[in-house]
């Protein structure tokens, strides 16, 4: 569901995925949105009335998590198969993937800078990502239980893990040090979110409840009551001056901060300073002056929108169905091709920095104005049957490709170990003739 709350609330709802959606993110310009299925696939939206969407299909189970890199060229995408896959959003492209977690992963985000990629999965680890060497080149683990969520705090120094066992850490990655560890909820933490200072933290937890800390402090100052229910997710704007959350009560919540107002190109030019292992202390790191175990008996402020903010919307805002029927498929051993001259560029999703100035923000932001209807049966070049049947062909298409993708794997593995086994067996036979 895309929202538009100017001048009055209507949501425009995206058709297209078979199952579950997961998890969904706009591209650091917002000219694309991808989100992840249960349904095992990934896809690339452009917000206008045609409802076209690039469609990814590459993992074998569930995939629960997307998030773009900085400079919108990759997409990382985690799965319930146990691996996490990077694309190239250029080519529409797989790139590689990663494979370490033993068990479901359920979130992948890279650093701000884009060298580094956190992922947490319910084998009660954390691990970080070399995108360079594609290596793991560290693990945090957890005894006691999994991380539904994690992220890079703004400047890429830290991370932040959202625990099943009601916890939320903050991990100095140059040091390997848990710096903070709260305990402030009475259930499961399902999402945590980044003030663009990195000043504060707030949490979304399936007690039903909303918690922001301060972070310099080490305390929490905030709780907030507005779901009826678990709440799933929590966001910060860019600016920091807003933050959405969405929960099992149906609710998307709109919440406005009292911090002091920051400018995000101003955030990001004092980040850009801070995104090296081999950076200077800093007078915003975060470095708790006392052992921070915090329980449940410190003063907060709790605040209930139920009982001093009226909901201005009205409860039942008009929706547009937006229908998915120019998709396309990517699969892990291959991709699409570049339009040729002659081809619109802005089918193909390229990157923004790439894009020609009829794709131009400023263009996608005016088509996304004018969502008001959308494609009629009459509209469409191909009628309803023969897009069925043709996409039908297209899925077996693809199970087909990756059994073939499968089968090319296992012989390389085959071959590698013949290989092995002729090496020890020319060793052997070169030490017995020495002997001899």
Request: proline share 5%; with cysteine.
């Amino acid at each position: 569901m895309l929202w538009n709350l100017k001048p009055h609330a209507r949501a425009f709802r995206y058709v297209g995925h078979k199952d579950v959606v997961t998890s969904v993110q706009f591209s650091p310009l917002g000219n694309l949105l991808a989100s992840a299925s249960r349904d095992r696939t990934v896809r690339l939206w452009i917000p206008d009335k045609k409802g076209k969407s690039s469609e990814f299909k590459a993992h074998t189970a569930p995939v629960r998590s997307v998030d773009f890199s900085a400079d919108g060229q990759f997409l990382v995408t985690a799965s319930e198969d146990k691996s996490i896959k990077i694309w190239n959003m250029f080519r529409q492209r797989f790139l590689y993937s990663l494979y370490r977690h033993t068990h479901w992963v359920r979130c992948a985000k890279f650093s701000p800078d884009g060298r580094l990629i956190v992922s947490c999965s319910e084998d009660k680890t954390i691990k970080i990502w070399d995108t360079t060497n594609k290596q793991c080149v560290n693990n945090f683990s957890d005894s006691v239980g999994f991380a539904n969520f994690v992220d890079f705090n703004p400047n890429g120094t830290c991370i932040a893990s959202a625990g099943s066992d009601h916890t939320v850490k903050i991990w100095d990655i140059r040091v390997n040090k848990l710096l903070q560890h709260y305990q402030v909820h009475s259930c499961g933490v399902n999402c945590i979110s980044f003030h663009p200072s990195g000043n504060y933290l707030i949490t979304a937890s399936s007690d039903g409840t909303l918690k922001i800390l301060d972070l310099l402090e080490g305390r929490l100052i905030y709780t907030l009551q507005g779901h009826t229910g678990p709440v799933f997710t929590v966001s910060f704007s860019r600016s920091g001056e807003q933050f959405a959350s969405g929960g099992a009560d149906t609710q998307v919540l709109l919440w406005r901060t009292n911090f002091d107002e920051l400018h995000c190109r101003d955030i990001n030019k004092r980040n850009l300073k801070r995104l090296h292992f081999d950076s200077p202390p800093h007078l915003l790191d975060i470095y708790p002056r006392t052992p921070h175990t915090h329980e449940r008996k410190m003063e907060t402020v709790e605040i209930n929108p139920k009982l001093e903010v009226l909901d201005l919307q009205i409860s039942t805002p008009p929706v547009v169905d937006i229908l998915s029927f120019d998709s396309t498929t990517t699969i892990e051993n291959g991709g699409r091709n570049l339009p040729d001259k002659g081809e619109d560029v802005c089918g193909y999703f390229l990157n923004p920095s790439v894009m020609s100035p009829e794709c131009s923000p400023t263009t996608v932001k005016k088509k996304t104005d004018d969502l008001s209807d959308f494609p009629s049966e009459s509209q469409r070049s191909i009628p309803l049957a023969v897009t069925d049947a043709l996409e039908h062909i297209m899925e077996q298409l693809n199970v087909l490709t990756q059994t073939v993708s499968i089968l090319e794997q296992r012989l390389t593995l085959t071959e590698d170990k013949l290989k092995d086994c002729l090496e020890n067996q020319h060793k052997l036979i070169s030490v017995v003739q020495q002997k001899s």
